[in-house]
């Protein structure tokens, strides 16, 4: 590289030498050890002046003047103040109240009149005399048009510590009055609670004192859910029958009336008691979903009933999903179906768009399989629901025994599993079908069965109003497949995937436990329908 340089004043052209790698190579080498002593030189600075701990040392190499210590005005500082013991919060009573029913759930209804709006009326009113009254309220649902189920209503109630438990409901039928309920095995708290409650609004007045009564309509054995299941002590009240003119009129001209009767009611109870959780359990009574409800005693279920039966069409149905869906891989046979018949008490499909399955399976005779089923279900936490017949629980009883024990539903799949199904049968004999093994397992096991199934998916208009009046659910599907017969069984990964691609929100799965191919591939199917986000939820927070 060439460039003009001037000398004795005088230009000339030289050209530029170029440094030698061995010249790039040591003024590299001198610039990193200055660098290295500077970098080194601060490191010692800072440890000194932290040993120190004044500050100083580097303000010195610095520089800097020192800050000069600041004079604190001694008359001018606060005296630290002494700590203030932390008061205890004053007792406070809390009422959580239970609207009957609500969203599609409507419960009865009588010429327009229907029950979850009278029900929500009422708890509104309520709410507001406890609210003005300084008593803190919990709802069970906060709208009508929401169905929160009984199993949601309880663990909202028990999540709350709420003191008491109110459940508002009305009733249908041939009566009239108000009654009002209380678990059979109420502590002194319960009862006591029950009778302030119910006495005060027979004062406010009523068509008909139909008195306190224990249990269900079936007897002591067995409690209605809500109050069976929460843990703190609690009362559920039939404010008067729907279909019932004079109910109802003063049921709507005694609103405030009835608010302000259980709102004293409850301040008197708690006045004498205090705090439910202070108590002893015997004295509450409450027990917790372990004691009742639809677990080792089972469930027992009360409807509207439906008159004139032998009217009503007998003609046999056979049912069957279909393989047309919705957007959501919802069978469109079973979502029809739900509609048409939703006057009963039947479900062919759960209406929700929830990611929700329900397990059920069928129990004609037993083929060395259940075992192992139940066994991945304990593995795999799973409840379902098992269907059996008469001849299953004469030949299997420790089987039965054990679905029970394991928490399972115990499902009733009729006395003699008429293949022609049971619209073929006289009214008498299709409800001899249903509870003679009804009885026969209250008798031996001490369970309510409350859900059934149609040998052979066979029924009609008229079997539905039979099932509905035994006090039954009836509970058909939107999956099933041809895994019934043990001399054919289907391929297991065929069997796996059709159960996965079939998969939809609120689905029934039929399945018989006399497959092996069943048997084999429920614990994949219950991991890899998990992994896909479902769960698999218990029938009997279905209940109302």
Known sequence: MKYIREKDGRREIVEKRRHSRAYWIQAVLKWSFCIGILTLTLLVCGFLDKKLNDGKFVKKITGAQPEEPVQKDTETVPEPETEQEPQPEEDKLSVCIDPGHGGMDPGCDFDGRIESEDN?????????????????VIMTREDNDTKVFLKDRVEIANASDADYFISLHRNKGDGYGVETWMTGTAGSVTDALTKNVHNAIVAAGVQRDRGIKLGTETGEGSDYYVIGNTTMPACLIEFGFINSGEDNRLFDENLTAYAKAIAGALADTYAQYGESEDLPADETGGEGEAATGAGKQG???????????????????????????????????????QEKFK?????????????????????????GCTPTILSTLKEKGVKAVFFVTQPYINSSPELVRQMIDDGHILGNHSLTHPSAGLPSQSVEEQQKEVMDVHNFVKENYNYDMFLFRFPAGKFSEQSLAVLNNCGYRSVFWSFAYLDYDVENQPDEGESLNKMLERLHPGAIY??????????????????????????FADYSELVQ
């Not at 009360?302 to 047309?324: C, F, K, R, V």
């Not at 018989?512 to 896909?532: M, P, Q, Y």
């Open 120 to 136: 929500w009326k009422l708890a509104q009113e309520l709410k507001r005399e406890l609210e003005s009254a300084g008593i803190e």
């Open 510 to 535: 039929l399945l018989h436990a006399e497959s092996w191919t069943n048997t084999n591939v429920l614990g994949s199917f219950i991991d890899k329908a998990r992994e896909a986000g479902y769960e």
């Open 299 to 337: 469930l027992r279920l009360t409807y509207p009933a439906i008159d004139n039966i032998s009217a009503l069409n007998g003609e046999t149905l056979d049912w069957g999903q279909g393989t047309n869906v919705d957007e959501q891989n919802r069978p469109t046979g079973s979502l029809s179906y």
């Open 343 to 367: 006057d009963y008490t039947a479900d062919f499909i759960v209406p929700t768009t929830e990611k929700k399955i329900y397990l059920t399976l069928d129990e004609g005779y037993e083929y």
